[in-house]
């Protein structure tokens, strides 16, 4: 191939070659001119650039729009520089911190000097940046050296920029320019303004510079953008149902849980219609885990620092840990569980394994700790007290890949049957360039990488892969699901891990009479019972399927008259194991339908005095109104009928 030539490997596996110095945008104007007025950056040799940047050597490009995550990052970035430049039109002399995009817009920090500012001034702002996105401005990078890089800030007088460059080294430094505004940056951006067409600025907040309490407090505007007006209406819509549907909120209303500043930050109180969902969702999993081969233990809440120490979590995890806990001896220290699977490894050990036992999985729903600071707590899916459906599958090397395969039928089993139906995977790889973040050999983490990578293709999932995400002690794979409001959630991870085994010299005597060492995989469907609650709640908006509900029916009697008869009725449902309460208020029977609905109590069943004479029920469901009248003798049979009919729904 000529020397001025360059091959480009396309997702589809297709290679064509292009004069050097070519960019995505001309590689996609070579597949049609639609797809290159929609491409907003590329990824080109895994990492994301502008699209108008040459391509100097071979590469592997993937062109990125909207629809992809690097394309929506690379929009939201641009976003926050069009921000800048409208807030620098405004406010002269105005400083910047940071500007990155976030899970969904964008935010830059500010430093509005003696200037004022409040969150009225934000429409002003949207519709100078409307002005100068219609301009259709081009972001235009320049490579520049340190020195002038010091210079111009210098000149401007930016303390922040000049503190951001200190940490830079001479011939890595880049300015994008659009319009006119210049800000330091590595990049990417869009091609121009002008594909900004729908502009939100959303909330302002507070933000330490650099996160430092000790420095200035700066002015962080947030904001999100969309390449159609459409979009944004559509967004700002789902924005206020999710605002319906916050968990926190529900979980108020439902009385499932609540927190308490005596008992301390982040440390859920589950109420009993809480601990009855809680419960529901434990045993549903129990069950298809005894299924599945699964034995349960159950493990101390604390274990001691030298536990930790070996498995490496102290050292990686330390900072994130409770104080430790010092006992009158001498050097003797515990801390509160960060994680069950140092003491699923103690199991393990606790007499000698023969091959003939494994694949051995043990399984805790173990309650760990971890000192989140109070800045990051939020509801149930940010504490410091949770509980994981956490277990450990120990097992030859050779039976890794099957393991990881009933894992993987496991998890979709759970996800099914709860409802979430929309979900990719992620295969968590280790950052090679980065070795030293992570424990073990090449050699292990080559043979669990591959493990993964082999099992979800056979499974055919449907994967992305990114490096860096792996835990310390191994890669992994994470079901990122989308909920009824098509937010991404991570919810469940499997690990292969080759190195704590080691750590903990755990073995087994092989076929050859000689010992070895177990692979271990760790799995958690769940994650934690606290955030998957929490999820399903928003995902639910609180009407959970009949099987899971914490009260499943509720008994209204017309009158007092028919106490008697709903209390025997509520008898019988009890004695049955469903769960349900006889509303005994003195309130006319539309108030109690009203509240029943408002509470989503599945079912509400109305007696009066044709009930009580025929001994049959009424029978409401919850959002459907009138769904007849049932004699007393069936009810405990369409009740359990009904109950499997939502359990199974979803399930294939």
């Given at each position: 191939m000529s020397e001025q030539k360059v091959k480009i490997t396309l997702p589809d596996g297709s290679i064509k070659e292009y004069d050097k110095g070519v960019t995505s945008h001309e590689v996609a104007m070579g597949i049609s001119e639609g797809l290159a007025r929609n491409v907003l950056a590329a990824k080109v040799n895994g990492t994301v650039w502008d699209s108008n940047r040459p391509i100097l050597e071979d590469a592997t490009v993937q062109l990125l729009t909207w629809n992809d995550d690097g394309g929506k990052n690379t929009f939201w970035h641009s976003s926050a520089h069009l921000m800048a430049e409208a807030l620098e039109a405004l406010y002269p002399g105005v400083k910047f911190g940071i500007g990155p995009p976030v899970e969904t817009g964008f935010y830059y920090d500010v430093d509005f000097g003696e200037q004022e500012f409040d969150a009225a001034d934000l429409e002003k702002i949207e519709q100078k940046m409307t002005e100068l996105a219609r301009q259709k401005n081009a972001f235009i990078r320049e490579d520049i050296s340190k020195k002038d890089a010091v210079a111009y800030f210098t000149d401007k007088g930016d303390e922040y920029k000049l503190e951001l460059l200190?940490?830079?080294?001479?011939?890595?430094?880049s300015f994008y320019k659009q319009g006119n505004f210049t800000d330091l940056c590595r990049g990417p951006h869009i091609p121009n303004t002008g594909v900004i067409k729908a502009i939100k600025l959303m909330n302002v907040a507070g933000a330490y510079w650099r996160g430092d309490e000790s420095r200035k407090q700066l002015?962080?505007?947030?904001?999100?953008t969309f390449p159609k007006k459409k979009e944004l209406d559509e967004y700002l819509t789902l924005l206020e149902e999710a605002k319906k549907r916050d968990h926190r909120k529900l979980g108020k209303e439902l009385e499932l849980f609540a927190f308490s500043e005596k008992v301390g930050q982040g440390l859920p109180l589950w109420l009993p219609k809480g601990t009855e969902l809680r419960e529901k969702l434990t045993?549903?999993?129990?069950k298809a885990q005894a299924k599945a081969g699964y034995e349960g233990v159950i493990t101390p809440h604390?274990?001691?620092?030298?536990?930790?120490?070996?498995?490496?979590?102290?050292?990686?995890?330390?900072?994130d840990s409770f104080q430790p806990i010092r006992t009158p001896n001498e050097n003797e220290e515990f801390?509160?569980?960060?994680?069950?699977?140092?003491?699923?490894?103690e199991i393990y050990k606790t007499r000698p394994r023969s091959y003939k036992e494994l694949p051995l999985r043990l399984a805790e729903f173990g309650t760990v700790y971890r000192y989140e600071q109070s800045g990051e707590l939020h509801g149930l899916t940010r504490v410091r007290g949770f509980t994981q459906d956490d277990a450990h599958i120990f097992c030859r090397p050779d039976q890794v890949k099957d393991e990881f395969k009933k894992v993987i039928d496991l998890v979709l089993y759970v996800f099914k049957t709860l409802g979430f139906e929309d979900f990719t995977t992620q295969i968590s790889l280790r950052d090679p360039e980065n070795k030293q973040k992570y424990i073990g050999d090449d050699e292990a983490w080559e043979k669990a990488e591959s493990a993964i990578i082999e099992a979800t293709q056979e499974k055919g999932l449907k994967t992305i892969t990114e490096l860096g995400e792996a835990a310390f002690y191994g890669p992994k794979l994470d079901f990122m699901v989308k909920d009824a409001l098509k937010r991404s959630w991570q919810l469940g991870t499997i690990?292969?891990?080759?190195?704590?085994?080691?750590r903990f010299e755990l073995e087994y005597v092989g076929a050859d009479n000689q010992k070895h060492r177990p692979v271990m995989i760790h799995r958690a469907p769940f994650g934690s019972l606290e955030r998957f609650v929490a999820i399903l709640l928003e995902h639910t908006a609180g009407k959970?399927?009949?099987w899971l509900s914490p009260l499943q029916y509720i008994i209204l009697p017309i009158s007092e008259k028919y106490a008697d008869y709903a209390n025997q009725v509520n008898g019988l449902l009890s004695e049955s194991e469903l769960k349900g309460y006889v509303d005994h208020r003195d309130e006319k029977i539309g108030r109690k339908i009203r509240d029943a609905e408002m509470a989503k109590i599945p079912y509400m069943m109305i007696v009066g005095e044709k009930e009580a004479d025929s001994g049959s029920v009424s029978i409401r469901k919850q959002g459907e109104g009138d769904i007849g009248t049932f004699a007393e003798v069936e009810?405990?049979?369409?009740?359990?009928k009904e109950i499997e009919k939502s359990l199974t729904a979803n399930v294939k």
């Open positions: 200190e940490d830079l080294e001479d011939g890595t430094i002015t962080r505007l947030y904001g999100v045993n549903f999993l129990k604390i274990g001691s620092k030298s536990l930790y120490v070996t498995s490496g979590h102290y050292e990686k995890y330390g900072e801390l509160l569980k960060p994680m069950n699977c140092p003491h699923h490894c690990q292969v891990d080759y190195n704590l085994p080691k959970f399927p009949l009810l405990v049979s369409f009740m359990d």
